[in-house]
């Protein structure tokens, strides 16, 4: 997880920088993808509690890019 959180933190100062798009889509399918796997393993864990803590999570990483990146008016 800490080397998933370092990627998370230099896609969101480095490529999101310069291509918000392109870093926001990332962002999104990882946390996604994060958030299905982890749930679906802590239910067949017999951890539904964990699948529930797992939505303040998402919704923590997530929120912050759910918009689209609106285009600079020049």
Known sequence: MIGWG????QLT???YASAPELGRNMVLTSMATWFVIECLASIAAGLPLNAV???GFLLLFVVPF?????AAHV
């Open 6 to 9: 370092i990627l998370l933190w």
């Open 13 to 15: 100062t480095r490529v």
């Open 53 to 55: 803590f797992n939505i």
């Open 66 to 70: 759910w918009r689209p990146v609106e």
